[in-house]
């Protein structure tokens, strides 16, 4: 009898609004919460897809660098060139603090939700 409680790992009550859910549910009906993580594909040609892109991504941000004429424009003696080479670089300096507040808030919320989803395991 204790069993059917302890190989359910997925929640049947919603952790957010206490509704029941189906446990096959990935999203509360009631509130739409997340519930589970949908699975990922493990199909052959998602795995190719996923290799590719990890192949190719880093030559082409390698690439894209190589082009990036702003240290050309900041060397320049043509003070108009200088101005453009400057706001290039406070660009670039402003992109690169963005994405990686980006990153820092979307691992900060990964985590929660996975703290959360450790909570909901334990019942609430
Ligand atoms: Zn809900």
């Given at each position: 009898m204790d069993n059917l409680n302890t190989t359910s790992s997925m929640p049947s009550v919603c952790p957010v609004c206490h509704q029941s859910v189906?446990?096959?549910y990935y999203f509360c009906p009631n509130c739409?919460?997340?519930l589970n993580i949908a699975p990922l594909s493990t199909t052959l040609k998602t795995q190719?897809?996923?290799?590719?892109?990890s192949i190719?991504?880093?030559i082409f941000c390698f690439l894209f660098i190589g082009?990036?004429?702003g240290n050309k424009y900041l060397k320049s003696n043509d003070p108009k060139a200088k101005e453009i080479g400057w706001?290039?670089?406070a660009l670039l300096i402003i992109s690169t603090i963005?994405?990686?507040?980006?990153?820092?808030?979307w691992t900060k919320n990964a985590v929660q939700s996975a703290?959360?989803?450790?909570n909901a395991d334990f019942g609430i």
């Open positions: 189906l446990p096959q739409g919460a997340k190719v897809w996923i290799y590719f892109l190719i991504l880093p082009k990036w004429p706001f290039a670089w963005v994405t990686y507040w980006l990153i820092y808030i703290q959360n989803s450790l």
